[in-house]
């Protein structure tokens, strides 16, 4: 299979055949779930660090549960009880958890480059788990994985991203990975939460949610955060919901088996109305769990990848 | 189509009844055969499965439904790590019925180190407490790393070089020969 | 000790001069003719001798941050990259706003400098906008300047008081121009690189809404306005509309301003992060139209010295700023002489007799007899690599670390004396 990267910083570096090697790998390990014994040893030996810069309970959690699925041993660091709150530095902190011989440190930093930081120090491989507004590769991987299990393509599927654009990392990761497979992006929200150099990227822009709506195969409704109204990016909570919350009426003009996906978590009666967060189309439960079955593929390939020592593959008859 | 200077091992002809020779190897320790499930190893092990499943229905001349299961060793590789860029792909398993108290047998076209079935066995563990394990292959080509014995075998040939079967499923024509 | 440099190609943009001929240095001062036999003489065969570099914007970081930076050592560095005199700005700990402070760096210079330094003063105590500092006793300590660099003067009427009250001084004020609440925690240029690597963005407007209220400014008192690191395409722009209106406005960019695009940031490598930050190819192209319409006066190196762990960080962590002093002179040659920017003239009149004038430095910035002895000796087939090991600065911060360039000071003469030469290196 064509992936050999020690790292997965983002999905702007990956090519349309490594995003699919990962989606093609995702699906034997999805088959485990539904065992008794959801577990193979693929990784058994292996150390496997998450390092989180930044609460957060499902990342992490997902990183986790793949991890211990695939046998390896999972070590959690967060902020508030490592020495970090001692004034360490993020390299030194990845130094002192490569020489106690971590393999994958997986990463989740309010500010964006942290990771690469790490990967260009460290032997370790470093996954993104999320980097301020930069990406977060393997949510964009589950959520491209999510839409391939429903819809069996992603070619010419007219994909729509609504919400903070500007401060999303998971926009900016499905962006990368759904137009390099081919779908048909757009993103909708306040002029104030979508960034003007966004059509560079090959997405069309809309303001008007009803507009943005019209005949869309997925709508990917993004978390909205409290604090931008601080910052007047738009003016209330109540103008928000006016303008951008996705509802059963909106819904109407997209085509009928349409998907709604939401990263999570939700804030319900604000960017998502409770009657589509629980209707048919919404398929955020099944996010959570590709999530753990997309994450097992990426830890499997880059373990694979990593310690290249020129042996052949050789048949283990 | 294999290289004239290859060695032929087995032929279509010598395939095809080394597959019946399985079966009723397999059926003469097998009395009820309603105890007995099929698994192949992917990929040519499921094919040859799959030949085998029709084979013992014929020679029984009965029409039960055998349970029948695909598996995959990959994720249950010792050697991660040590493929460098070649990874191998990871393929389907499934075997979609309750192993514990069958006779499962396992099904593969070479036995060689071991170490596959060693694999296999593992992937079986994690599934449950099967009656008990039984290997056919097709090919024994010796040289064992690990005390792993099959208990059907269609053709023994001891050798160090490399053993390539090719089955018309997947490669267009039946044949096993050496090919190093 | 009297020095003759011989069969010299002499540039002096002060009185157009381009000729072959050979240049005489007795007591500190050039001179017509030398009274002895010289103690020295250099050939100057195939090199040219320029009026020693005037770099007007530095940061010597001496006294409170001497880990990044000395007098001694920025000196060297200074005197490496061909630079006979330097600027540096009151950014200091604490900061340059009493005439102690500007005394203690002559003071250190005189005793460990290696090229001549002229403190610059804050416009505000403390930089903090708010109170003028006590801008004639700065003078009579001996700035040439009052600049609260790093910092914009933020409320317009203390700048407007600023531009009044320097008038009587006759130096001018150097504008930091940015308007902090739209720069506010950006770190990059606004645009799709920023976008991409999901960093906080600095608007070209966030200078040029300030370039152009301190115009306006200027315009309204009458006062010297100079402003710093102009990165903009509008920038530019706004210079050369308040230059046709007659106004007293002068300004400078920096090497990496004509350099450099922001699509350099995209590794987040910090030694790419400096403020005003790297702009787009059109702000590049504006820069260089700029410096050949003569709306951009000086080229100033901005050097701001940091240590590696400074700037071994998160990109946001990182502070601002890199260093300049021994790649000024090369950039120059190979960015905007080689590529037909500017004339050689032009280019050197840009770091030497420009500054020297906007600045009122006497005798300084021209190769005329009677003025001080400070020349660059420049060998345009001098072809090196910028290695990280070399670099004199106490401080690493350079994104040209592996540019390989073609031409650069061979000699540099500071009041008479050889102060380093590539073959000796520094001269004590």
Redesign the interface.
């Known amino acids: ?1 064509p ?2 990267r020690k790292d997965l910083l983002g999905l ?1 570096d990956l090519d349309k055949k490594e995003i699919q090697t990962i989606i ?2 995702v ?3 999805k ?2 779930f539904t ?3 959801k ?6 030996g292996k150390t496997v660090v998450n390092l989180f810069y930044e609460p957060s309970t499902r990342t992490r959690t997902s990183f986790e549960i793949a991890a211990k699925r ?1 046998s390896a041993d999972v070590v959690n660091i967060a902020t508030a009880t490592s020495s970090i709150v001692k004034g360490e ?3 030194d902190t990845g130094k002192t958890l490569e020489a106690m011989k971590a393999d994958i440190i997986i990463i989740r ?1 309010s ?4 990771p ?2 790490l990967a260009k120090n460290l032997n370790a491989s470093i996954i993104n788990a999320g ?5 977060h590769p393997t949510q964009g991987l589950l959520d491209l994985y999510t839409i391939y299990e429903k819809k069996k393509k992603i070619e010419g599927l007219k994909i729509l991203l609504v919400g903070d654009i500007l401060h999303s ?1 998971v926009a ?1 990761s499905n962006i990368w990975a759904l137009t390099k497979m081919g779908a048909k992006l757009r993103v909708a929200g306040p002029p104030t939460l979508i ?4 059509t ?2 090959g997405v069309e822009v809309f303001y008007d949610l009803d507009e943005a709506i019209k005949g869309v195969d997925v709508v990917n409704i993004l978390r909205i955060q409290m604090e931008r109204q601080q910052e007047n990016l738009f003016p209330s909570v109540h103008e928000y919901v006016e303008l951008y919350q996705v509802t059963s009426e909106r819904l109407a003009n997209a085509k009928p088996d349409v998907l709604i996906m939401h990263p999570g978590p939700m804030n319900r009666g604000i960017e998502i109305s409770s009657s589509v967060a629980d209707s048919t189309s919404a398929v955020i439960n099944e996010q959570v769990t590709n999530g753990i079955a997309v994450r097992m593929a990426v830890l ?2 880059l ?11 050789v ?3 | 189509m294999a290289d004239i200077n290859k060695k032929i091992i087995l032929d279509s002809k010598h395939i095809q009844l080394s597959i019946t020779k399985l079966a009723k190897d397999i059926l003469s320790k097998n009395i009820d055969i309603s105890e007995i499930a099929i698994v192949g190893i992917q990929t040519r092990g499921v094919y040859l499965a799959k030949r085998l499943l029709k084979e013992l229905l014929s020679i029984k001349k009965i029409d039960i439904e055998i349970p029948f299961g695909i598996l995959d060793i990959t994720l249950y590789r010792d050697d991660l790590g040590e493929m460098g860029a070649d990874i191998p792909t990871i393929k389907d398993t499934n075997i979609p019925f309750d192993i514990n108290a069958k006779n499962i047998i396992l099904v593969d076209d070479v036995l060689y180190t071991g170490r596959t079935i060693r694999c296999a066995l593992d992937v079986l563990k994690d599934y449950g407490r099967p009656k008990s394990i039984q290997l056919a292959v097709l090919i024994d080509r010796g040289y064992r790393e690990l005390p792993i014995q099959a208990n059907f075998v269609g053709l023994s040939y001891y050798t160090k070089e490399q053993v390539c079967v090719e089955l018309t499923e997947v490669d267009g024509q039946d044949v096993a020969y050496c090919c190093d | 000790m009297s020095i003759q440099i011989k069969n010299i190609r002499i540039i002096d943009p002060l009185t157009k001069t381009d000729k072959i001929g050979d240049i005489f240095i007795e007591k500190g001062k050039i001179v017509s003719k030398l009274s002895q036999v010289p103690s020295k003489v250099i050939d100057g065969k195939n090199k040219i001798a320029v009026p020693g570099l005037i770099d007007i914007h530095s940061h010597l970081r001496e006294p409170g941050q001497e880990e990044k930076e000395t007098i001694a050592t920025g000196t060297r560095s200074a005197c490496k990259g061909g630079i006979t005199t330097v600027f540096c700005m009151p950014n200091t700990k604490p900061v340059t706003d009493n005439a102690p402070s500007v005394e203690y760096i002559l003071m250190k210079s005189q005793k460990e400098g290696k090229v001549n330094v002229f403190p610059i003063g804050c416009i505000t105590k403390n930089s903090q906008g708010e109170e003028l500092a006590e801008i004639g006793i700065l003078k009579k300590a001996g700035i040439v300047a009052v600049s609260d660099d790093g910092l914009p003067v933020n409320n317009s009427q203390i700048m407007r008081r600023a531009l009044e009250y320097t008038k009587m001084f006759s130096i001018p004020v150097i504008a930091h121009c940015e308007d902090k609440e739209l720069s506010k925690n950006g770190v990059m240029n606004a645009g799709k690189n920023s976008m991409i690597l999901g960093l906080r963005g600095i608007p070209n407007q966030s200078e040029e809404i300030m370039v152009a209220r301190d115009i306006m400014l200027s315009e309204l008192t009458a006062g010297h306005l100079h402003i710093a690191h102009v990165s903009t395409a509008g920038s530019v722009e706004l210079v050369r509309q308040a230059k046709k209106k007659g106004l007293s406005v002068t300004c400078e960019t920096c090497p990496h301003y004509f350099s450099l695009t922001d699509d350099a940031v995209k590794t987040y490598d910090t030694n790419y992060k400096m403020n005003p930050p790297l702009r787009r190819q059109e702000d590049v192209d504006a820069i260089k139209e700029g410096l050949a319409d003569g709306t951009i006066d000086c080229i100033a190196t901005d050097h701001a010295p940091h240590t590696f762990e400074d700037k071994n960080k998160e990109f946001d962590l990182a502070p601002f700023g890199i260093i300049g002093f021994e790649t000024l002179l090369s950039l120059v040659l190979n960015e905007l002489v080689d590529k037909k920017v500017l004339s050689l003239q032009d280019a050197i009149a840009k770091m030497t007799i420009n500054p020297a004038k906007i600045f009122s430095l006497k005798q300084r910035g021209t190769l005329s007899v009677g003025s001080i002895a400070d020349i660059t000796i420049i060998d345009t087939e001098y072809n090196y690599e910028y290695k990280k090991e070399d670099i004199l600065s106490k401080s690493k911060n350079s994104p040209f670390i592996g540019r390989k360039f073609k031409g650069g000071a061979v000699i540099t003469i500071v009041g008479g004396k050889i102060a380093w030469s590539k073959k000796d290196g520094i001269i004590n």
């Open positions: 299979m992936f050999n702007q093609d790998s699906k034997p390990f088959s485990l065992r008794s014994i577990k193979a040893p693929a990784l058994v695939l530095s993020l390299i930093h500010l964006a480059g942290s690469e930081i980097d301020g507004f930069h990406e990392r900016k960034p003007k150099n966004i560079d990227l499997y390939l373990a694979a990848a990593r310690t290249k020592q020129g042996k052949k593959h048949n283990t008859n």
